[in-house]
């Protein structure tokens, strides 16, 4: 199975950037759609963003939509998130995930996790 670390999380302030990385190792990404989430404590896992195999289409939720956008580099067997515009309600453990089937955005539909950077933005 497809090892995923997360990095690239921190503490900022409200109207700065980040971009998060997602290494995968063991196996290729390539084929996989790949998607972020993000989880506050005492909420469940929350889409945020995915991209399809072929990086012809991805899809945002509406909280993040126009400030985030989620890349891949398949030679680089890795995964971006730019977030742009952060503010307090950013705040969680972002994980990233893989997934075989086209474009998912329900945390069942994904086979391989990482294990979540937190990214914090203060006021």
């Known amino acids: 199975q497809v090892r995923l670390i997360e990095s690239g999380g921190g503490s900022v302030q409200a109207g700065d950037s980040l971009r998060l990385s997602c290494a995968a190792s063991?196996?290729?990404?390539?084929?996989?759609?790949m998607g972020w989430f993000r989880q506050t404590p005492g909420k469940e896992r929350e889409f945020a963003a995915v991209?399809?195999?072929?990086?012809?289409?991805?899809f945002y939720a509406d909280s993040v939509k126009g400030r985030f956008t989620i890349s891949r580099d398949d030679a680089k067997n890795t995964v971006y998130l730019q977030m742009n515009s952060l503010n307090p309600e950013d705040t969680a453990v972002y994980y990233c995930a893989a997934a075989s089937s086209y474009l998912p955005m329900r945390d069942y539909q994904y086979d391989a996790w990482g294990q979540g950077t937190q990214v914090t933005v203060s006021s």
């Open positions: 991209i399809s195999w072929n990086a012809a289409h991805s």
């Open positions: 063991e196996h290729t990404i390539s084929r996989s759609a």
